[in-house]
Protein backbone atom coordinates (compact mmCIF):
# COMPACT_ATOMS: atom_id res chain seq x y z
CA UNK A 1 0.00 0.00 0.00
CA UNK A 2 2.90 2.45 0.82
CA UNK A 3 4.58 1.83 -2.24
CA UNK A 4 1.22 2.25 -4.35
CA UNK A 5 0.89 5.66 -2.34
CA UNK A 6 4.28 6.52 -2.69
CA UNK A 7 4.01 6.05 -7.10
CA UNK A 8 0.69 7.94 -7.24
CA UNK A 9 2.66 10.79 -5.39
CA UNK A 10 5.58 10.46 -8.31
CA UNK A 11 3.40 10.07 -11.01
CA UNK A 12 1.25 12.81 -9.80
CA UNK A 13 4.45 15.26 -9.52
CA UNK A 14 5.99 14.26 -12.79
CA UNK A 15 2.47 15.34 -14.68
CA UNK A 16 2.36 18.50 -12.78
CA UNK A 17 5.85 19.62 -14.21
CA UNK A 18 5.00 18.44 -17.18
CA UNK A 19 1.99 20.48 -17.77
CA UNK A 20 4.07 23.67 -15.89
CA UNK A 21 6.85 23.60 -18.69
CA UNK A 22 4.55 23.42 -21.10
CA UNK A 23 1.69 26.30 -19.67
CA UNK A 24 2.87 28.98 -21.69
CA UNK A 25 2.82 27.27 -25.39
CA UNK A 26 -0.68 27.94 -26.50
CA UNK A 27 -0.08 27.45 -30.18
CA UNK A 28 -2.93 26.25 -31.83
CA UNK A 29 -5.30 25.84 -28.85
CA UNK A 30 -8.62 27.61 -28.52
CA UNK A 31 -9.44 29.32 -25.20
CA UNK A 32 -12.43 30.94 -23.37
CA UNK A 33 -12.17 33.73 -21.36
CA UNK A 34 -14.23 35.21 -18.84
CA UNK A 35 -13.15 38.71 -16.77
CA UNK A 36 -14.70 41.19 -15.01
CA UNK A 37 -13.17 45.09 -13.55
CA UNK A 38 -13.52 48.25 -13.42
CA UNK A 39 -13.75 50.97 -16.04
CA UNK A 40 -13.06 54.52 -15.77
CA UNK A 41 -15.24 56.40 -18.68
CA UNK A 42 -14.38 59.40 -20.40
CA UNK A 43 -16.64 62.49 -19.40
CA UNK A 44 -19.41 63.68 -22.02
CA UNK A 45 -21.61 66.65 -23.04
CA UNK A 46 -24.91 66.52 -22.64
CA UNK A 47 -27.46 68.72 -23.29
CA UNK A 48 -24.82 71.51 -23.50
CA UNK A 49 -23.37 70.86 -20.23
CA UNK A 50 -20.48 68.82 -18.96
CA UNK A 51 -21.46 65.33 -18.07
CA UNK A 52 -19.16 63.71 -15.46
CA UNK A 53 -19.22 60.21 -15.62
CA UNK A 54 -18.18 57.20 -12.44
CA UNK A 55 -16.29 54.15 -12.39
CA UNK A 56 -18.33 51.42 -13.30
CA UNK A 57 -18.56 47.50 -14.00
CA UNK A 58 -17.58 45.76 -17.13
CA UNK A 59 -17.75 42.16 -17.28
CA UNK A 60 -16.92 40.43 -20.50
CA UNK A 61 -16.40 36.79 -22.34
CA UNK A 62 -13.92 36.10 -25.08
CA UNK A 63 -12.38 33.33 -27.46
CA UNK A 64 -8.74 33.33 -28.10
CA UNK A 65 -6.50 30.84 -30.32
CA UNK A 66 -2.96 30.78 -30.29
CA UNK A 67 -1.08 31.15 -33.98
CA UNK A 68 2.22 30.10 -32.91
CA UNK A 69 4.66 30.47 -29.41
CA UNK A 70 4.08 34.26 -29.53
CA UNK A 71 0.83 35.64 -31.18
CA UNK A 72 -2.91 35.08 -30.91
CA UNK A 73 -6.06 36.23 -32.32
CA UNK A 74 -8.84 37.56 -29.73
CA UNK A 75 -12.72 38.12 -30.06
CA UNK A 76 -13.82 39.47 -26.89
CA UNK A 77 -17.33 41.05 -25.77
CA UNK A 78 -17.70 43.73 -22.63
CA UNK A 79 -20.52 45.23 -21.21
CA UNK A 80 -19.68 48.74 -19.08
CA UNK A 81 -22.52 50.54 -17.21
CA UNK A 82 -21.63 53.05 -15.10
CA UNK A 83 -23.73 56.15 -13.88
CA UNK A 84 -23.16 60.45 -14.80
CA UNK A 85 -24.63 63.98 -13.72
CA UNK A 86 -27.31 63.31 -16.07
CA UNK A 87 -28.36 59.59 -16.32
CA UNK A 88 -27.18 55.97 -16.77
CA UNK A 89 -24.67 54.78 -19.61
CA UNK A 90 -24.58 51.37 -20.74
CA UNK A 91 -21.67 50.20 -23.52
CA UNK A 92 -21.28 47.20 -25.54
CA UNK A 93 -18.42 46.80 -27.25
CA UNK A 94 -16.83 44.13 -29.47
CA UNK A 95 -13.09 43.71 -29.64
CA UNK A 96 -11.11 41.98 -32.63
CA UNK A 97 -7.48 42.05 -31.55
CA UNK A 98 -4.70 40.38 -31.21
CA UNK A 99 -1.72 39.55 -28.64
CA UNK A 100 2.22 39.29 -28.22
CA UNK A 101 2.51 36.75 -26.01
CA UNK A 102 6.40 37.26 -24.32
CA UNK A 103 8.23 33.91 -22.95
CA UNK A 104 9.92 34.58 -19.65
CA UNK A 105 11.59 32.16 -17.66
CA UNK A 106 8.88 31.13 -15.79
CA UNK A 107 6.61 29.01 -17.55
CA UNK A 108 3.94 29.44 -15.68
CA UNK A 109 3.64 33.12 -15.97
CA UNK A 110 2.67 34.76 -19.46
CA UNK A 111 3.04 38.51 -20.03
CA UNK A 112 0.93 39.94 -23.07
CA UNK A 113 1.01 43.04 -24.98
CA UNK A 114 -2.45 43.39 -27.44
CA UNK A 115 -3.65 46.02 -29.73
CA UNK A 116 -7.25 45.60 -32.10
CA UNK A 117 -10.20 47.63 -33.32
CA UNK A 118 -13.54 47.89 -31.20
CA UNK A 119 -17.28 48.42 -31.90
CA UNK A 120 -18.57 50.40 -29.42
CA UNK A 121 -22.48 50.26 -29.27
CA UNK A 122 -24.11 52.62 -26.37
CA UNK A 123 -27.67 53.10 -24.67
CA UNK A 124 -28.22 56.19 -22.70
CA UNK A 125 -31.50 56.71 -20.10
CA UNK A 126 -31.79 60.23 -18.36
CA UNK A 127 -32.40 60.66 -15.32
CA UNK A 128 -35.86 63.13 -16.84
CA UNK A 129 -37.08 60.03 -18.49
CA UNK A 130 -36.70 61.96 -21.62
CA UNK A 131 -35.09 59.67 -24.79
CA UNK A 132 -31.96 59.68 -26.38
CA UNK A 133 -30.30 57.88 -28.71
CA UNK A 134 -26.42 57.53 -29.02
CA UNK A 135 -24.53 56.73 -32.12
CA UNK A 136 -22.32 53.17 -32.52
CA UNK A 137 -18.90 53.82 -33.53
CA UNK A 138 -15.42 52.44 -33.91
CA UNK A 139 -12.59 52.57 -31.78
CA UNK A 140 -9.17 51.19 -31.14
CA UNK A 141 -7.63 49.58 -28.02
CA UNK A 142 -4.14 49.05 -26.85
CA UNK A 143 -3.97 46.31 -23.78
CA UNK A 144 -1.43 44.81 -21.54
CA UNK A 145 -2.08 42.34 -19.07
CA UNK A 146 -0.20 38.86 -17.92
CA UNK A 147 -1.44 34.95 -17.62
CA UNK A 148 -0.88 33.03 -15.14
CA UNK A 149 -1.08 29.13 -15.39
CA UNK A 150 -2.18 27.20 -12.19
CA UNK A 151 -2.40 23.92 -14.68
CA UNK A 152 -1.37 23.63 -18.67
CA UNK A 153 -5.06 24.46 -19.90
CA UNK A 154 -6.20 26.81 -17.40
CA UNK A 155 -4.89 30.06 -16.49
CA UNK A 156 -6.07 33.25 -13.81
CA UNK A 157 -5.42 36.42 -16.47
CA UNK A 158 -5.11 40.15 -15.59
CA UNK A 159 -5.56 42.81 -17.78
CA UNK A 160 -5.31 46.66 -18.20
CA UNK A 161 -6.83 48.19 -21.23
CA UNK A 162 -7.51 51.28 -22.81
CA UNK A 163 -9.73 52.08 -25.93
CA UNK A 164 -9.82 55.45 -27.73
CA UNK A 165 -12.68 56.01 -29.94
CA UNK A 166 -13.87 59.22 -31.49
CA UNK A 167 -16.87 61.47 -30.44
CA UNK A 168 -20.49 59.88 -31.29
CA UNK A 169 -23.65 61.84 -31.11
CA UNK A 170 -26.61 62.05 -28.70
CA UNK A 171 -29.77 62.75 -30.46
CA UNK A 172 -33.23 62.69 -29.14
CA UNK A 173 -36.36 60.87 -30.90
CA UNK A 174 -36.72 63.82 -33.41
CA UNK A 175 -32.79 63.53 -34.62
CA UNK A 176 -31.74 66.73 -33.26
CA UNK A 177 -28.56 66.85 -31.88
CA UNK A 178 -28.43 66.30 -27.44
CA UNK A 179 -25.09 65.92 -27.52
CA UNK A 180 -21.64 64.23 -27.30
CA UNK A 181 -20.66 60.93 -25.78
CA UNK A 182 -16.98 59.72 -25.68
CA UNK A 183 -16.92 55.82 -25.69
CA UNK A 184 -12.94 56.28 -24.68
CA UNK A 185 -12.23 54.72 -21.50
CA UNK A 186 -9.62 52.54 -19.30
CA UNK A 187 -10.92 49.58 -17.81
CA UNK A 188 -9.07 46.93 -15.36
CA UNK A 189 -10.16 42.95 -15.42
CA UNK A 190 -9.33 39.85 -13.86
CA UNK A 191 -10.81 36.56 -14.88
CA UNK A 192 -10.11 33.14 -15.90
CA UNK A 193 -8.99 31.35 -19.68
CA UNK A 194 -9.77 27.85 -20.02
CA UNK A 195 -7.79 26.28 -23.25
CA UNK A 196 -10.18 23.08 -24.41
CA UNK A 197 -6.71 21.51 -26.46
Given at each position: MKKLIVLACLATTISMTAATAMADNIRGKLGVTGKLGFLAPADNNVDNFNNRTDTGAVVGVGLIY??????????????????????????????????????????????????????????????????????????VHVSGGVDYFLQQNLALTAEVKVVAAPETDITDNSGAHRGDFDPSSLSTTVGLRYFFN
Open positions: GIDNHLAAELEVTRSEFDSNNGDFGVTNVSLGGQYRFGINDPKLVPYLGVGIDILATDYDPDNGSSRDVDTTAG
